[in-house]
């Protein structure tokens, strides 16, 4: 790289949750790489920060192998692109069940797999961003959970098949958060303040929520952390009981 700034690569970057942390490890010092499948985007939230853009198909294995050959140092990877097509279990396409693996599973390996040496000269970190979905599953979302739950699965087992690189591996696992993929959910205000009525900290979280955990597990403070999954979720993972007293209230 041209300054001595180290540098952050986060993919699904043009937007979101994956917008946010671009920005976050931007004032954290990073030279935050911005990588997203939407080239404009990139270019956009780039231009903002003053990072560098990237265009590129995480499933796309060649396009994968060029960003690599592209960038010869790396400190920390973030693997955040990932979509969420709803879907009932029963009848969803083979097509789409494939696309979203593809896309939250292998994507994830790809990067890592090319970028490896990199992160491994830096001793540096790969957070993974999970969901809720991996530990509890979300019915209607058909291959989302399995996919999260994967994800989480490859984390931990990278964590500790390649510990001898001396990169970390850890994830974190979002719960509803408020982001342009999720504005249709959240758009009825009766429904929302019921959903936030049964998150523990009593509210949706806003991108900046998870982006602000980024910094931690990619950093020297977490120098002994790997292999783990943080939730960020406001409790919501946890709330059984009060799911189950809002139901007997009716």
């Known amino acids: 790289m041209s300054d001595s700034r180290p540098t952050a690569l986060i993919t699904g970057a043009g937007r979101g949750i994956g917008r946010a942390i671009a920005v976050r490890l931007a004032r954290e010092g990073y030279t935050a790489v911005v990588v997203d499948r939407d080239g404009a985007a990139a270019e956009q939230v780039a231009a903002e920060i003053g990072g560098i853009a990237a265009q590129c198909d995480v499933t796309d294995v060649e396009a994968v192998r060029r960003l690599a050959a592209s960038l010869p140092e790396l ?10 097509p709803p879907s009932p279990i029963a009848t969803v396409d083979p097509e789409e069940f494939r696309r979203v693996m593809d896309v939250n599973v292998l994507g994830p390996l790809l990067l890592t797999q090319a970028f490896l040496p990199q992160l491994s000269a830096a001793r540096g970190a790969v957070v ?50 408020e982001t342009e993929g999720t504005a249709s959910v959240s758009a009825d205000p009766q429904r929302e303040s019921r959903f936030n009525d049964l998150v523990p900290l009593g509210r949706r979280a806003r991108p900046d929520d998870i982006a602000d955990v980024v910094p931690f597990l990619i950093g020297d403070a977490a120098r002994y952390v790997t292999g783990q999954v943080i939730y960020v979720d406001g409790g919501l993972t946890e709330a059984t009981i009060p799911f189950l007293q809002a139901a007997q209230r009716g």
């Open 75 to 84: 400190t920390a990877l973030v693997n955040n692109a990932g979509i969420f």
């Open 128 to 177: 993974n961003i999970v969901s809720m979905a991996a530990k509890i599953p979300v019915p209607g979302t058909a291959a989302y959970s399995p996919s999260k739950a994967a994800l989480l699965s490859l984390t931990k087992l990278c964590a500790v098949e390649l510990a001898s690189s001396g990169v970390r591996f850890n994830a974190i696992g979002p719960g509803g958060v």
